[in-house]
């Protein structure tokens, strides 16, 4: 198979795709009813009334749609027999799913307060041998390991048993503890997707079938431009763009969910590279393309690096149309945290999601550098209490 090179003036080979966008409409309909039945029943579990369990429902339609700006699953990858419509979600069917939604509908219940979380993002190895322009954990590469291996199964287990429906792996480069990862996914508790949230370098197509063997739901892989020569300066490793496509190649094939992540900065932030990018993302089978925005902190402390009005008009301009217009229905998916939080606050701190950094230390999320307790010493319960009592460095509190 011929990897794509860089695209900018070399054409891009057609790989197989592992992801598929659901674009038959009955297909998509019965979908949205078997969801709608799962919560449903996960509705009328807690509140044992049918009448309550269908206003639940529409509560939670209501919810989704001020959060995202759009109707529950407008659009829907399909990898290996599961569904994927938010990267933040859990697939379904599965026991996360259930989960997931059981941990929703807990908080429209009167007298009860939320339980579980969305997403924990886990920092488990300082080692990285990029040297990226944007890393919020540049201070913290390379140093000696602080968490054992033993250390990162009791986090993780200690987070399944609260409830933690999605837990993504990250670092440094998490592919650097691979054997550690293995041992993680062998010792997890069940009910949770697992992700790996990775620069690609070492991602090889053996190992992406083993942990995909071991229960891995998917990867997220970061490329930061749809031109090689300038994926690898930012990056600061003269192999990171091949090495990316190669890790999407190998996860697709071994039926992982992908997702691109791009760091959205100034300077690439334009219509024609949006939509280029975009066309790199469907030719390479991803289910999700995820955007951040550059945040002054890590190695861009001090920098003047974050977005102004026209580059955050046209990131929430592609948002919308990626995800809602049929001229783009075979496309990934975009995931933007940034259109959210603008919207309806942040859902860090605890509410949703946190981070656990290399030292075990949990952090509101990996951009607003705080460190609040040590993992390893406080339940999950008194850890999600003490982090909200925090707030986003740059958004309200998120309040759904
Ligand atoms: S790959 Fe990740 S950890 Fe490594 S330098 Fe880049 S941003 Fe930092």
């Known amino acids: 198979m011929t990897l794509p090179e860089s695209t900018t003036d070399k054409k891009v080979a057609i790989i197989p795709q592992a992801s598929r966008i659901v674009v038959n409409r009955r297909e998509k309909v019965v979908l949205q009813l078997r969801v709608l039945w799962q919560v449903f029943q996960v509705s009328l579990q807690q509140t044992g009334n049918p009448l309550t369990a269908i206003q639940m429902i529409w509560r939670i339609r209501e919810k989704y749609q001020t959060i995202f700006g759009e109707p529950l699953m407008t659009k829907i990858a399909k990898v290996d027999g599961r569904f994927f419509w938010r990267l933040g979600a859990a697939g379904f069917p599965s026991p996360a799913s259930v989960r997931m939604h059981q941990n929703e509908v807990s908080r429209f219940m009167p007298g009860t307060s939320p339980y579980g979380l969305r997403t924990l993002l886990f920092a488990i190895t300082k080692k990285c041998a990029l040297n ?6 540049w201070e913290h590469l390379n140093q000696q390991e602080v968490l054992s291996t033993a250390d990162l199964i009791e986090i993780v287990r200690k987070y399944q048993a609260y409830g933690t429906t999605q837990i993504m792996l990250s670092g440094g480069e998490p592919m650097l503890r691979v054997n550690d990862i293995y041992k993680v996914l062998e010792a997890a508790l069940g009910g949770t997707d697992f992700w790996i949230i990775t620069s690609g370098v070492g991602l090889t197509a053996e190992r992406a079938k083993r942990l995909k063997q071991l229960g891995l739901t998917g990867v997220m892989v970061s490329l930061d431009h749809f031109d090689a020569s300038r994926h690898n300066a930012f990056r600061g490793f003269e192999n990171a763009y091949d090495s990316a496509v190669q890790a ?31 066309e790199l993302a469907k030719t390479l089978g991803v289910s999700f393309v995820q955007i951040l925005e550059p945040r002054a902190s890590g190695r861009y402390q001090d920098q003047d690096v974050e977005l102004g009005e026209k580059e955050l008009l046209l990131l929430e301009k592609m948002y919308a149309d990626y995800n809602t217009s049929s001229a783009f229905q075979d496309f990934p998916i975009v995931n933007y945290l940034g259109y959210h939080q603008r919207k309806v606050g942040c859902f860090g701190a605890g509410n949703r999601f946190f981070y656990i950094d ?7 999320c990996p951009f607003c550098t705080n460190k609040v307790a040590n993992a390893l010493q406080f339940t999950a319960e008194d850890m999600v209490s003490l982090l909200g009592q925090f707030g986003c460095h740059g958004f309200k509190q998120g309040q759904l």
């Open 132 to 137: 990226c322009e944007h890393c919020f954990e």
């Open 248 to 278: 999407v190649v190998n996860a697709n094939q071994a039926g992982l969910v992908t997702t691109l992540s791009l760091c959205a900065t100034k300077t690439f932030t334009t219509a024609e590279n949006l939509a280029r990018y975009m």
């Open 358 to 364: 290399t030292d075990g230390d949990a952090q509101i």
